[in-house]
């Protein structure tokens, strides 16, 4: 019988997963020297979490089930409503705001599998939830722009926009919510034609020329600050969307003082969710391809959706899994180091039990030890030890135990020394 992992999974194996251990501890840096704290959130939630997050359509793309108790739960397809209902759970009463999270994990979706999307895939983002904007935005881009810099990712670009500009041009021309919902799902799929014959003909979502037009130029805005005026002239006669450009002006004056530069206005981001209510932005690597998108966020609304008092909250996700592809597209895949410090060789079975005490004493003091465990031949373990490039050796032999030493051997110079036990450590460490 053959047992295969499910469809959408992958196996990571130990060079990988250092790889990844060593980009999680880097991201974990950047985002505690911001002064965020990490939490954990519950791998399943209730379902009514995602539904009334996202509606009734999502459950589609959730791995949703009823446990013994017929209650309907599902694994969690990403971690920001997660953590907006341990914000209502633990926080909102008792936390002296601006409260400034981290989370680093796997979340789950149903979909079909194809490169760069996994049914398992891991997310690593954060939550700043009551600082005001737009400082609290420009931070948090500050943050995310650090984050992905540190991991030697130097082609990203951070595409910026203002949602409330849209949002202002509906309300001027009287848009419903429904049909909002439905063009803003159009526009973030960053699809020109599509969103053309969206508005076009008898069936346009929109039945207004005017607001068809502007649309249709401000999603083609795209550039540095110069921009601004462009976009000032097309909302020129429709003062509902002059503030949120003013936002937007605030910030990027900001972004200059959290000195943010690898950044593009883009009136065309659109992140299609109705609780996105300011400043949104995603962030590209051009040589990813179909997959350039690795990062997305902004301002949102959430915490009012699940019953909660109305508080501003900025955010993003990365992909973590993007993240690891874009290291290996841009960056010098470096040879890893040996995964120990220390290998104990012990030369026959009768010193087999001090072979095993001296690396228990490394151990103990820090030193990434491994030892000979099934009495192998001497030349076996000299050959061991060069294919894992391990920089040290320990001889344990009858001989030097007679004398209390044992023979240390730099795999690298070739050198070997006597050194008695009690100086191993000493000796290792100054070395």
């Known amino acids: 019988m ?20 060593e980009a999680e501890s880097t991201l974990r840096r950047i985002f505690e020297n911001y002064g965020y704290q990490e939490i954990k959130t519950p791998l399943f ?17 959730l791995y949703n089930f ?56 891991w997310q690593f983002g954060c939550e700043l939830i009551g600082a005001k904007t737009p400082q609290g935005e420009a931070e948090v881009i500050a943050l995310c722009s650090d984050a992905i810099k540190s991991l030697g990712i130097t082609t990203a670009d951070v595409n910026i926009n203002h949602l409330g500009i849209i949002r202002g041009l509906f309300k001027h021309f009287n848009i419903t919510s429904e049909t909002q919902r439905e063009i803003m799902v159009v526009i973030d799929k960053g699809d020109k034609d599509l969103l053309i014959e969206s508005l076009s003909g008898d069936d346009a979502i929109i039945k207004n020329n005017e607001l068809n037009q502007i649309l249709l130029k401000l999603i083609d805005l795209v550039g540095d600050k110069s921009i ?63 997959q350039k998108q690795i990062c997305g966020g902004g301002s949102y609304s959430l915490v009012k959706i ?39 060789a012990p030369i026959s079975k009768d010193v087999h ?13 820090g030193i990434k030890t491994d030892v000979d ?22 001889i344990v032999g009858a001989n030097d135990l007679s004398e209390g030493k044992v023979t240390v ?16 450590i000493n000796h290792l460490k100054e070395e």
Do not use: W
Not at 264 to 270: E, S
Not at 376 to 392: E, Q, R, S, T
């Open 228 to 290: 601004i005026s462009e976009v000032e002239e097309l909302i020129a006669p429709y003062d509902e969307a002059k503030d949120a450009l003013n936002e937007l002006k605030s910030l990027i004056d900001l972004l200059e003082a959290f000195k943010v530069d690898n950044y593009t206005l883009n009136l065309g981001v659109a992140r299609g969710l109705d609780y996105y209510t300011g400043i949104v932005f995603e962030i590209y690597v051009p040589e990813l391809g179909a």
């Open 353 to 365: 039990r001090k072979a095993f005490e001296i690396t228990q004493m490394l151990r103990e003091n």
């Open 2 to 21: 053959e047992f295969l992992r499910p469809r959408g999974t992958r196996d990571f194996l130990f060079d990988e997963m250092r790889r990844r251990k």
């Open 66 to 121: 009823k446990d013994k108790s017929d209650r309907e739960l599902t694994l969690r397809p990403e971690i920001t409503a997660p953590v907006a209902r341990l914000y209502l759970n633990e926080l909102e009463k008792t936390s002296t705001k601006p409260i400034k999270l981290y989370y680093y994990g796997s979340c789950f979706r149903y979909e079909r599998p194809q490169k760069g999307r996994f049914r398992q895939f």
């Open 373 to 394: 465990l099934n009495a192998k031949k001497f030349k076996k373990l000299m050959n061991y030890a060069d294919k894992i490039k391990v920089p040290k050796m320990i």
């Open 306 to 344: 699940f019953g909660g008092q109305e508080v501003e909250s900025t955010g993003f996700a990365l992909g973590f899994d993007r993240l690891m592809n874009a290291t290996e597209e841009l960056c010098e895949v470096k040879e890893l180091p040996s995964h120990l410090d220390v290998y104990v």
């Open 45 to 61: 939630e209730e379902l009514k979490l995602f539904t009334t997050k996202s509606g009734e359509e999502i459950v589609d793309q």
């Open 409 to 424: 051997k730099d795999m690298v110079s070739g050198e070997q020394s006597q050194i008695e036990i009690d100086n191993i």
